[in-house]
C-alpha cells in the first residue's frame, strides 16, 4: 500500500483511514487521468520455453528472485525452507494491479455516492457530497474530513454480503477512465505469473494491503488465485446481529483496523502468525512489512516494484502523492532488497495487453 | 469457547476478556482438581478396518457426520461443495481438548506469575499477586479485577517471539493436576480423527477459539496439524517497534478483539472471510459461530460436543462456571444440529488412553 508524503485526515471513523490519508493530497493534483497511450504489445516468442515468468525481461530483479526460490527450494541445501512455511505476502495497490490516478477503491467510493444520491436529495447542497456529484473534488477535499465523510458513508450501512454484491457489481461494470478497462484487468501480467511461480514451488501467496479487506475479498480469488482466508486488509468495524431476522454481520462505519506501514507487520501477525519468506511492495507504505520479512533468521527476500514507466504505465517515487517511494530506494538495495525496474524489467504491463 | 451463566469482569485491559470473564465465578468453585480415575481403556480391534473415525462409537453423530460430508464431497450431487469452499471451524476449549478444572491457558498465566515472582518482591503482599502465590484463588477474586490482572500482567511486556516461547516452554513442563499429563496431551483423539478425516475430504480445517491466538499457535501446529494462519482467537493489542535494535511486535497489556459469543462470527469474517460449511463447538459461547454457519444457503452443519462422562473426562452442560451450555441443548436439535453424546459416542477421549 502506497504512502503519502505528508499525513493526511486522521478522523476515525471512516473504513479505509489509510486509503483517506493517502489521498488527501488528491485535491492538488489533477484528477483527470492522463490517457494511457497505447500500450507497445510484446508478444512472446511461439516457441518459447516453458519459463513460468515469461512476462519479465532475463535482468537483475528476476535473476534475483529465481535464485532465491531455488535456493529456498532445494531439500538438503543450506537455504532450504520447509514448505509450512513459505509464506510470501504481496501488497496490492501499485503492486498486483495499478493505483493511478487515484485508488481504484476510492474510485469506488465515488460511485457508490452517485448510486446512493437518488435516496439522499439533500446531498445535492451538501458537501462533500454535492462535490462528488459535481465532479469538483477540490470542494470535497476542501471539506473537513471530506474524503473520509464519503468513505465511511460509501462503506458502511449494510451486511458484509450485500457490500460484496455491491463491489461485484462495480468491478463488471465500471471502468478506468485512463484506459477504459474494468479495473481488475488492469493487474500486472508478471505479478500474476510471480504468483504462480510462488505458488508452484509450494509457497503460500497473501495479500497484505493497505486496501479494504472487504473491497478485496469479492473479485481478488478470480483475479489472482488468492483465496479470502489469505488476505489481509484495512478493517471497518462489522457488528453480528439479525437483520430482518436474518443473522448477519453489519458493517460499522468505524474503522476497525488501518493496514499499513508499521501496520502490516500487525496485520500479518494478526491473521498469518509466521513470520513472511518473501514480501513484495512498492511504496514506503511497505517498507515495514519488508523490514519485519527480511530483519528475521533465514533466508528472506524484500521485492519493490518501482514504477518507472511513463509511457506504459506511471512513474512515480519520491514525489508522487501517491504510491510515495523514497526510503525504500535509499535503504532498499543495502538491506539486499530486490528493486524491480518495470519499464526495463517487464515486458508487459498488463494481461490484455499480451492479446493484442 | 465455553460461556459462563453470568457475566464476570469485562475490565478492558486484559489480553483475553473472555477467558477472565469465564473465570470469575472460580473463586466459588473448587480450584483443587477432582482425580481423574483411571481410563476405561479401549483398545482398537487389532484388524480393524480402514475407518478414519476410529475413536467414534457408530452412533447417530458418527453417522450424521460422515453422511453430511459423503454428501458434500459426491461430484455431481446436489448438495456438492466446491473443494476452496469447503471450510470447517472448531472451538479449542472443550472441544479439541479439555477446558476442566480451569481453563488451560489460566492455568499458563497463574504459573507466568510464580515464574515472574522472584523480580517482583512487592507482589508478597500485594493482592491478587499475593494470592497467586499462596495458592488461594479467593483472595485472587476477591480483587476487583483480580484475574483482569494477572490476565494482562502475566501476558504483555514481552515480543510476539518471546511470548512463544514462554508458552512452548511451559506446555513441555507444565502438567495438568487431575491427570499429570502435559496439557497439549489432554487433547480428543475422536476430534484429532474428525480433523484428519474432514482434511482428507477437502476441508480447510480451523480454530476459532476464545482463548489467545498467541496462546495457541506455539503448539496448535504439531497437536492438530492446523497451521498457525489457520488460527483465530481473541488478541492483545501489539506495536511494531525496535526493541534492542531488532524490529519487534511488543505485546501490550490491552485487548485488540475477543473471539467469544457473537464475536466469533465477527473472527471468522476477519481471518477467513468465507461462511463456513461446518462448525464444532461445545459451550453457548459457540452458539453464534454455529448459528451463523448454519443459516446460509447450501448444506451446513453443527457440531455440538456434549461433555456428558464424568468418570472418563468431566460431565457438565447447563450449570457449569465453564463451558456452560445450555440453549445450544434447547435450540441444537431444533435447527438440526448434531449433539456429541461423548460418553455414549467416544471410545476414547484422550491419546494417551489408545496406548494403555
Not at 478522523?11 to 484528477?31: D, E, K, R
Not at 518459447?48 to 528476476?62: C, H, Q, T, V, Y
Not at 451538501?126 to 465511511?152: C, N, R, S, Y
Request: charged content about 20%.
Amino acid at each position: 500500500m502506497p504512502s503519502a508524503r505528508t499525513p493526511g485526515s486522521s478522523h476515525p471513523s471512516i473504513p479505509t483511514a489509510a486509503l483517506v490519508a493517502l489521498c488527501c493530497l488528491l485535491a492538488s493534483c489533477n484528477a483527470t487521468p492522463r490517457e494511457t497511450p497505447a500500450p507497445a504489445a510484446t508478444t512472446p516468442p511461439a516457441a518459447a520455453p516453458a519459463d513460468p515468468l515469461l512476462s519479465w525481461n532475463d535482468g537483475p530483479a528476476k535473476k534475483a528472485i529465481v535464485e532465491f526460490v531455488v535456493r529456498t527450494t532445494t531439500p538438503n541445501g543450506p537455504d532450504f525452507v520447509a514448505p509450512a512455511e513459505r509464506i510470501a505476502v504481496f501488497d496490492n495497490d501499485g503492486t498486483l494491479w495499478a493505483e493511478h490516478p487515484i485508488y481504484f477503491q476510492v474510485a469506488f467510493a465515488l460511485d457508490r455516492i452517485k448510486a446512493m444520491a437518488p435516496s439522499h436529495p439533500e446531498w445535492k447542497s451538501k458537501q462533500p457530497f454535492k462535490g462528488v456529484l459535481e465532479g469538483d473534488m477540490k470542494a470535497v477535499m476542501a471539506t473537513e474530513h471530506g474524503l473520509a465523510q464519503i468513505m465511511a458513508v460509501s462503506h458502511s450501512g449494510n451486511t458484509t454480503d450485500e457490500f460484496a454484491s455491491l463491489v461485484n457489481e462495480w468491478m463488471a461494470s465500471a471502468t478506468h477512465p485512463g484506459t477504459k478497462r474494468h479495473y481488475n484487468e488492469m493487474v500486472y501480467q508478471p505479478m500474476l505469473e510471480m504468483l504462480t511461480y510462488l505458488r508452484a514451488n509450494g509457497y503460500k501467496t497473501f495479500i497484505v494491503s493497505g486496501g479494504g479487506v472487504e473491497f478485496m475479498r469479492p473479485w481478488v480469488e478470480e483475479t489472482y488465485g488468492i483465496p479470502p482466508e489469505q488476505i489481509v486488509g484495512s478493517r471497518a468495524k462489522v457488528k453480528y446481529e439479525a437483520k430482518d431476522g436474518v443473522p448477519s454481520l453489519v458493517r460499522l462505519p468505524d474503522v476497525d483496523f488501518v493496514d499499513d506501514k508499521a501496520g502490516k507487520p500487525v496485520g500479518i501477525h494478526q491473521v498469518i502468525g509466521r513470520r513472511p519468506t518473501m514480501a513484495f511492495g512498492n511504496s514506503d507504505g511497505d517498507f515495514e512489512m519488508l523490514e519485519w520479512t527480511t530483519s528475521a533468521k533465514g533466508p528472506r527476500l524484500g521485492v519493490i516494484v518501482h514504477h518507472t514507466d511513463a509511457v506504459r504505465e506511471w512513474a512515480y517515487d519520491r514525489e508522487s502523492h501517491i504510491g510515495q517511494l523514497a526510503r525504500g530506494l535509499d535503504e532498499g538495495p543495502k538491506r539486499g532488497w530486490v528493486i524491480v525496474d518495470m519499464k526495463n524489467e517487464w515486458k508487459v504491463i498488463y494481461p490484455f495487453q499480451r492479446m493484442m
